[in-house]
């Protein structure tokens, strides 16, 4: 699906999707949650330099002690945790154990996602290099929580998700004691992935005009933070985007600080550029979780697509 300033380009359903379907957002889910936390920062009620365990008191003695809320949304903990998602032994299988997505193979796997996170131990200083880890959008899940005196999905769900004039409902998978799966856990229609997309390229505001996200959040992510590029580029992982960057649950696949992504795996994907106004949505069923030729050729259709609009040649 591609929009330009908010008007609906391109729009195409394969297999059995259609309009109103919901797709597993994977990772996309992280950017939806750090913006909602970007929502209660702003509204006061979180403090993004605050302590993780001032709003989760259950991670003291864990790996998550010391660490602040900011290292969580930009994923600069020191937490020990693997991401490799074809080792059925590292963390982010094991996590899913604990929410119940997946089969027990692990019998010392704590059967709540708090309680998993709680186990996590510490391997380098909080606030380093940017380290790609699923579990830091989970425990932003339960600051979210702690500071709203709600459950995350309710506080996106009356802060984000209605003000932005979503079209369908959405969805959090759960743990077997309501916890919420806020790393990949989210499913919704492409077309209110496009909502959410256009409230970053028209800087906070709705197809309707209402003000949604405040204007520094936006820029904020847009600039990212003084070293943001730094500890982008000294991440022990491959991410293939020389110049790039990791703000505020969005990767940045170049020097560009106009062109910001939204990812999952399995191929999920919202393209945002705030100088042509084209937000593109694709979610997919890839048979592998990562595919760097799928990923960039769709990121390079996005691009053709947004300048071409803009030139006014399509």
Request: overall charge negative; aromatic content about 10%.
């Amino acid at each position: 699906m591609v929009t330009h300033r908010g008007a609906i380009v391109g729009e195409q359903y394969l297999g059995t999707l259609a309009p109103a379907g919901m797709h597993l957002l994977m990772s996309v889910s992280k950017s939806l949650t750090a913006t909602t936390a970007g929502l209660l920062a702003a509204s006061g009620e979180l403090n993004l330099d605050a302590p993780v365990t001032d709003y989760v008191p259950q991670l003291v003695g864990s790996g998550y002690e010391g660490a602040l809320v900011r290292h969580l949304v930009d994923m600069r903990t020191g937490v020990r945790f693997s991401e490799e998602y074809l080792n059925e032994d590292a963390e982010v299988r094991l996590l899913e154990e604990a929410i119940g997505w997946a089969p027990k193979k692990h019998p010392e796997v704590p059967d709540s996602l708090l309680g998993f996170l709680s186990t996590l131990g510490q391997e380098r200083p909080h606030g380093g290099l940017f380290d790609y880890k699923s579990c830091e959008t989970d425990a932003l899940g339960f600051v979210i929580q702690g500071a709203a005196a709600r459950h995350a999905g309710d506080v996106m769900s009356e802060r984000l998700w209605q003000p932005m004039g979503a079209e369908f409902d959405a969805h959090v998978g759960i743990d077997s004691v309501g916890g919420g799966m806020f790393d990949g856990g989210v499913s919704a229609a492409m077309r209110d992935l496009a909502r959410f997309g256009n409230l970053y390229v028209n800087k906070g505001y709705a197809l309707d005009g209402a003000a949604v996200l405040p204007e520094w959040w936006v820029e904020d992510t847009f600039a990212g933070g003084p070293d943001s590029r730094e500890a982008f580029a000294s991440s022990e992982d491959a991410t293939y985007m020389r110049g790039g960057m990791y703000r505020n649950g969005f990767w940045f696949p170049s020097e560009s600080g106009d062109v910001m992504l939204a990812l999952g795996i399995h191929g999920q994907m919202i393209y945002m550029n705030r100088v042509t106004g084209v937000v593109g949505v694709k979610v997919s069923s890839w048979p592998t979780p990562q595919d760097a030729e799928k990923l960039f050729w769709t990121v390079r259709a996005f691009e053709v697509a947004s300048w071409a609009l803009n030139r006014g040649e399509a």
